[in-house]
């Protein structure tokens, strides 16, 4: 089956690697530019790489000229402009949310408007703006605590919190708020489309659940968790993440399995509220970024329509005939399809040059070697991203250049990942988080915490209910 794969970072070299185990497969691949990994498995496999901008038009030039079987679309993105539709209109299946079910991520606000009507729980409230000057006002007048977040999808960036309500400290933190949302705003901006979003602000552990669907069968994977923030100890900028987590077995050491059954059906519920307004089948993986909160026990924060990176690494390795489930998925062969599941936890880290992610052109132009037959040996796998083959070289993109994966318990994992480090070198600091997957006893007793407050709540069935002061709305 000829397979075109759509994207050009570490979690479509996972993808891609996956369709790659079944022999009869050839992988194409569209990127913007030569993802070394992904170039070794189109090698591999007798296919053909694809320099190119990924747009609409240029995949259908794609399609045209390779005739595949199926398509991949791994980044949002295209997603969002319709890259999936210009297969399925070809009559070509495709593993990839339509344009119109996209906008469970593309925007914020039709997330969470769909989750009131719906009535789907871990809902927050909200309010979204369509001007800088209401939604300042709001913010200034406004009494609780509240995270201002662009109104869709801007790759994590501008949201703030104001984290408490010290009554002293109050009105002076919600003016500095309301004179930084045309900076927030300034990240989502789409004709017709509210700028801002404002949502009551929660806190808990957060974890993510992807969840595949053909349209008719939906196979919830196992979790996983991101580590936002670029440096240790969760300190510095947030990225993309810094590194991820899944398991042992399908549940994180935090995570309870009622919370992964009660976010499942929070998944599936939105995956047919979302087919019901759209009036299309969701076909691909739907990912519930999650909180584990006081106010709710599973709460969303966000929804992607593709999988997150890098839990995608995290993931993927640990799902056996993985490739064989993407395309039940894009084909609607899902039902009856069995998941096995690797019971050993996943550790990955993310390897950045220094720049990232606040100075991008710092982080560029970089030559980056890594010996792959010596990290293999050690039992670790490499999914490469932000770094595009030059010639014989590596160089740097900007952001995350490798995504360093190890099976196993976290200790031995993370002892074969500082080994590995040996063997990746660059003209520039490079910059990797060594606590990814350390801090799992810290997040194991905030959950505690919080399941005591929301189970407490639930039995006295004041699940969400919250009452802080909104202007001119009383009681939000
Ligand atoms: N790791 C977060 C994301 O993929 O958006």
Redesign the pocket.
Known sequence: MKVLIVGDGA?ENALAKSLSLESSNEIFALSSYINPGIKEIVDSTKGKYFLGEITPEQVREVISRVNPDMGVIGP?DPLFRGVSDEFRKEGIPAFGASKKNARIEESKVWARWLMWKYEIPGRLRYKAFSTMEEAAKFISEYGGSLAVKPAGQA??KGVKVIADIQAYLSKDKRQAMAKSVNEIGSYYNKEGEPKIIVEEKVDGPEY?LHVLSDGNTIMPLPLAQ?Y?NAYQDGIGPET??MG?VSGPGFLLPFINQDEYDETFEIVKRTVSAVEKETGESYTGVI?G?MMLTGLWGPTVIEY?S???????SAIIPRIQDFGDLVVRTATGHLSGAKLKVDERPSLVWAVSPLGYPLDRKLASGHRISIDLPKVREIGCDVFFGSVALEGSFLVTKGSRALELVCLGDFEESKRRLLKSMSFIDSDVKLIYRTDIGSTIQEQAEKAEIVRYTYTSRKSRGTLGVSADWSPNGGLW
């Open positions: 979690r949002e790759g994590g993510t991101d936002k993309g993440g991820s990912a970024q992607y593709r999988f997150g990176d890098p839990e995608a």
